[in-house]
């Protein structure tokens, strides 16, 4: 695991573990479409390439400090400018340190194509974690910053793993007329 790795779990854990004791948010049962625009492989310069996501975050979860922090499925594709194209899903922590910022941590499982990519992460299933910090507006989107890291952990012969950063937005679904029960 890389220093980067570490430091960004450290962070995420501190983090989690400070809300027990800063500020409160409203109930957030929101469900999101968020899209998000990156620079893929901005740390070791390998394969740079811009980073296009699209992914659907549940409003449903378990409720693990009351209004205050959230475990949440989320869904999501991402497709690079050199065609490396992901598709998976996973689990998110959305965490309010106050009424308008969050910080959110999640992992997940997602299916890669290299594509016309120089970059072979060394398999086909590659594992995500990210972490994220942001505002909520009063009109319940989300603008954020995020730094994920694609690895396939150690199941192929060769695991170069990959990091992006980049802004999303987040849209709540009723805004698009789309109600989730």
Known sequence: ???LQRCSQAAALAVLLAC???GSADADN???LSGGIGFFD???NRDNAADFRLEYRSGWGLTLWP?????????GVAATSD????GGGGLLFDVFVTDRIFVAAGAGAFGYS??????DLGHTLAFRTQGEIGWRFRNRSRLS???SHYSNAGIGDDNPGVEIISVYYHVPLDWLGLRVR
């Not at 209004?67 to 869904?75: D, M, S, T």
């Not at 065609?83 to 992901?86: A, L, R």
């Open 145 to 147: 910053l995020a730094v």
């Open 30 to 32: 929101t469900h999101l």
């Open 83 to 86: 065609g490396s194209v992901f």
């Open 20 to 22: 027990g004791t800063i």
């Open 1 to 3: 695991m890389s220093y």
């Open 42 to 44: 901005f740390s070791s």
């Open 67 to 75: 209004e205050r922090v959230w475990l949440k499925p989320f869904l």
């Open 114 to 119: 290299q594509g016309g990519s120089d970059l």
